[in-house]
């Protein structure tokens, strides 16, 4: 039985730290998956990785479409990110945001193709490439379990608009410190 959790917010801890690689291929695993889409479909995402449900493990989850439009869907264990060579690398400047910080949206400009290593939930490996919005979703969760956030890319004039309006909606103060990070 799937179970939708709630979503990690900025400043919490394991959103900005490393996450543990999976070391178990099991049924838990699975289960974990399966809540991932589940919480992730209820916030209306395109992908979400374990960190932004409170879990330590590197794991993300993804429906999103590539650059053709097409719907892609899977489940990413320990990955790797691999882009193409800086003098290759054409880049998407499109909006970007995140279920970590809801609300808010900025420019972000990020290489149009991306690939991911890994393994899927039975431990066999995998390798995924990511086109258009794919592999801006590859890229931002790797970030994720990595304990980078999208915000943390952007100039930090950029970041400060990204947070103030994140608190106005939150109805936080302008100044919360807590969400310095």
Same mark, same amino acid.
């Given at each position: 039985?799937?179970?939708?959790? &709630?979503?990690?917010?900025?400043? !919490?801890?394991?959103?900005? !730290?490393?996450?543990? &690689?999976?070391?178990? $291929? +099991?049924?838990? #695993?699975?289960?974990?998956?399966?809540?991932?889409?589940?919480?992730?479909?209820?916030? /209306?995402?395109?992908?979400?990785?374990?960190?932004?449900?409170?879990? +330590?493990? =590197?794991?993300?989850?993804?429906?999103? &479409?590539?650059?053709?439009?097409?719907?892609?869907?899977?489940?990413?264990?320990?990955? !790797?990110?691999?882009?193409?060579?800086?003098? /290759?690398?054409? $880049?998407?400047?499109?909006?970007?945001?995140?279920?970590?910080? &809801?609300?808010?949206?900025?420019? #972000?400009?990020?290489?149009?193709?991306?690939?991911?290593?890994?393994? +899927?939930?039975?431990?066999?490996?995998?390798?995924?490439?990511?086109?258009?919005?794919?592999? =801006?979703?590859?890229?931002?969760? !790797?970030?994720? #379990?990595?304990?980078?956030?999208?915000?943390?890319?952007?100039?930090? /004039?950029?970041?400060?608009?990204?947070?103030?309006?994140?608190?106005? #909606?939150?109805?936080?103060?302008?100044?919360? +410190?807590?969400?310095?990070?």
């Amino acid at each position: 039985m799937d179970h939708m959790r &709630p979503i990690t917010i900025v400043g !919490t801890p394991v959103l900005h !730290t490393p996450c543990r &690689p999976v070391e178990k $291929f +099991d049924d838990e #695993l699975a289960a974990l998956a399966d809540d991932m889409f589940e919480s992730m479909y209820a916030a /209306e995402g395109v992908g979400l990785a374990a960190n932004q449900i409170g879990v +330590d493990l =590197r794991v993300f989850v993804y429906d999103c &479409p590539d650059a053709d439009e097409v719907f892609q869907k899977g489940v990413v264990v320990n990955p !790797t990110l691999e882009l193409p060579p800086a003098d /290759e690398q054409e $880049f998407d400047v499109g909006g970007e945001g995140c279920l970590s910080v &809801p609300g808010p949206r900025a420019a #972000l400009g990020r290489p149009n193709v991306a690939t991911v290593h890994g393994f +899927d939930l039975r431990g066999e490996p995998i390798t995924v490439v990511g086109t258009g919005v794919l592999a =801006r979703c590859f890229q931002h969760e !790797t970030d994720h #379990l990595n304990g980078i956030l999208y915000i943390d890319h952007l100039t930090p /004039e950029a970041r400060e608009a990204v947070m103030t309006e994140f608190r106005e #909606l939150q109805g936080r103060p302008p100044a919360d +410190d807590a969400d310095r990070t």
